[in-house]
């Protein structure tokens, strides 16, 4: 005895329930909860930007940069910017002018007048004085002195000997070759002289 399959009441064809696919859990609506919205990285930069160098806030200013293109300019629109940027550039200069001025007046002002600078002594020098050889006395009222200097290397201890030769004034023509003579400091007498015969210490033989 064969047993008849079951015949659906809703009258649907035998299968349909299993091809259907299964229905999905009914999800009650919830309210799209705001995320917390997070600070954006250009306000931050922009509170850290005052306490940074120019040039710095330049180069993140210029690192942000996305890329694109400015539209194309004529020559003259460039160079009507280019014044315009110069023009705005020294009215910044002028005011921050205008505004040390006004400081320094006022710290002129609380600091009163200045106090006049003490009146420069006249320096009161002790001349120096040579010793020395003649050994020229063909101009006249002029000899050529000769001044040896011994001393010994600060770092070697060598005995280093130079010389130095210094045209004096001998109003007299006292002094000849050999002498020798001590000469003094003077004011100028001529374009090679500055120096002056004192007395002469020792005749040549």
Known sequence: MTQEPESNESGDEPGAAEAAPPEEAATPPTAAT????????VQDAAADEPALHPKERRRRSRSRHQGEARPGRSHEERQ????????????????????ARAKASERRAA??????????????GRPKVRQGVVV??????TITVRIDVTRRHRMYGKVVR???TLHAHDESNDAHVGDTVRIVESRPLSRTKRWRLVEVLERAR
């Open 111 to 124: 600091a009163g007048p200045p106090e006049p600078p003490p009146a420069a002594e006249p320096a009161v």
């Open 162 to 164: 130079s010389s130095a």
């Open 34 to 41: 705001p995320e917390p919205a997070a600070k954006p990285a």
């Open 80 to 99: 009507a910017e280019r014044a315009e940027q110069r023009r705005q550039r020294a009215e910044r200069r002028r005011a921050y002018r205008v505004r």
């Open 136 to 141: 020229s006395d063909k101009a006249e009222k």
